[in-house]
């Protein structure tokens, strides 16, 4: 596996259903980040995470939970969400640091029914 | 404030024109960094370059080109003969150097259609 990854690609969940989004980095980056991209709105930052530590909540529900056990693995739990909450889901990575670019995973499309 | 426009939603040309793609920003900070990336249909977000405020050269890579003005506080990318596969949503992004590393603005995209 090169670049970023995340799985699944597609998911369909109930409003009382609990779910987990995975996300791996194989570049050595020690940043990862998740946003939310839905068609109303621009890219929304959720969370960032620098060497495992949570740096950045950017007033995100306590429906959606993150998880980073170490710099290669990012976890986003669900549970009670909303259908509003339906989105592609984009993981990302980077060397910390401000200058550098993110590399972006394929998204999960989320289904929120 | 920061905030990156790109006023162009939608772009549509037939294959081999040559398009370029707007994109202007705000920032106050005199270090700060942008990006452009694309997205095809698949979703994700494809990295294509990043230029640094004090480098204001321009850079050709193949058929992209990025053409960075401070005084216009643009920097706007051309791809030169485009072709079908460069159909993609083509988002411009601002980050200072002094903010909060999460603190990635985007704007709001142009969706390119190249038409064979």
């Not at chain 1, 259903?17 to 068609?39: D, I, P, R, T, V």
């Not at chain 2, 081999?16 to 698949?42: I, M």
């Not at chain 2, 405020?53 to 193949?62: A, M």
């Not at chain 2, 990318?77 to 999460?102: E, H, K, M, P």
Request: glycine share 6%; charged share 20%; net charge neutral.
């Amino acid at each position: 596996e090169t670049g970023v990854t995340q799985t699944p690609r597609h998911l369909v969940m109930g409003m009382t259903n609990k779910k987990s989004l995975k996300c791996e980095q194989h570049l050595g980056h020690n940043a990862m980040y998740w946003y939310k991209q839905s068609a109303k709105k621009p890219l929304e930052l959720m969370f960032v995470y620098n060497f495992k530590e949570q740096t950045e909540n950017n007033s995100v529900p306590s429906r959606f939970s993150p998880e980073c056990p170490n710099s290669s693995h990012l976890f986003l739990h669900l549970h009670t969400l909303q259908p509003e909450d339906s989105a592609l889901y984009l993981c990302a990575s980077s060397q910390a640091g401000t200058r550098y670019e993110q590399y972006f995973g394929p998204g999960t499309r989320l289904t929120v029914t | 404030a920061q905030k990156v426009t790109q006023a162009q939603t939608e772009i549509s040309v037939v294959e081999k024109e040559d398009v370029t793609l707007d994109c202007v920003y705000e920032t106050r900070d005199t270090t700060y960094y942008l990006f452009w990336y694309k997205q095809p249909p698949s979703g994700e977000l494809v990295f294509l370059i990043r230029r640094n405020s004090f480098d204001e050269q321009n850079e050709i890579s193949g058929r992209y080109s990025w053409n960075f003005q401070k005084s216009t506080s643009s920097f706007n990318f051309t791809i030169t003969a485009s072709q079908v596969v460069d159909s993609a949503v083509y988002f411009c992004a601002l980050r200072n150097y002094g903010g909060s590393q999460g603190n990635l603005i985007f704007g709001k995209g142009t969706k390119l259609s190249v038409k064979p």
